[in-house]
């Protein structure tokens, strides 16, 4: 079946620009998570959710950065006025249950110029 | 804290050799340990959790308490093992595990 998907596959925006970075997980899987990859380093945990509401919202940088998942299923992250610094490949992953496998999609690489 | 560490950026082995990339963790209590992989244009996939006590691909991992360690090995390394690999852990599955806390990543390299 299809796997976890995420557009754009590339952003590139200008400084102080507003981006959305959306996320369509595996269908029927309750829990879904936003990483972010910065060149050279591993994920990094920014917002986990389960259904629609955000259980852990602990890793988003600062107010800036928020996301949603209104209906349960695709998700949207939402970055308010970038800086050069949030340039990164944003990861999204999805799970049947919170405890099941995390399935990653193939990520948002954005680039603020 | 929550901290895990990969000691070696980049690691190269010749094929048919034994590999052995290195974790350390850092947590308070007993997390979950994983280790993930990456190849060459592909996403990020699970290689094997600690749970499942699994040996995928040939590779197998032992959780290490007393050293907080959970090293990936594999006894001959073959040329497909060229990736990226990745060690994370969660909170215990018992508490619903949640997010991962990934290290740096080593990137492997086999040479035929």
């Known amino acids: 079946g299809a796997g ?23 269908s029927g899987h309750t829990a879904l998570y936003w990483y972010r990859q910065s060149l050279g380093q591993g994920p990094e945990f920014l917002i986990y959710f389960q259904g629609t509401g955000a259980a852990d ?8 950065f928020f996301a949603v998942r209104p209906e349960g299923s695709v998700s949207t992250l939402k970055i308010q006025r970038t800086e050069r610094g949030d340039s990164a490949v944003y990861l999204c992953a999805s799970s049947l249950t919170r405890e099941e496998t995390q399935y990653f999609g193939p990520g948002t690489r954005l680039l603020v110029l | 804290a929550q ?16 590999v052995e990339l290195k974790c350390n963790y850092s947590y308070s209590g007993s997390p979950e340990l994983f280790w993930y992989v990456q190849y060459s244009r592909q996403r990020l996939q699970l290689l094997l959790r600690h749970i499942s006590r699994e040996s995928i691909k040939g590779f197998t991992a032992d959780l290490n308490k007393g050293e907080t360690s959970f090293h990936l090995k594999k006894p001959f390394a073959q040329e497909e093992d ?4 990745y060690c994370a852990l969660s909170g215990p599955i018992i508490q619903g595990a949640q997010k991962l806390v990934f290290g740096q990543g080593t990137r492997l390299t086999i040479n035929p």
């Open chain 1, 4 to 26: 976890v998907s995420q557009t754009p596959s590339n952003k590139v925006t200008e400084k102080g620009k507003y981006v959305e970075l959306r996320c369509d997980p595996i």
């Open chain 1, 57 to 64: 919202d602990s890793g988003l940088p600062n107010d800036r």
């Open chain 2, 3 to 18: 901290r895990v560490t990969q000691p070696e950026k980049l690691l190269s082995v010749f094929k048919g050799a034994p």
């Open chain 2, 82 to 85: 060229s990736a990226m690999y």
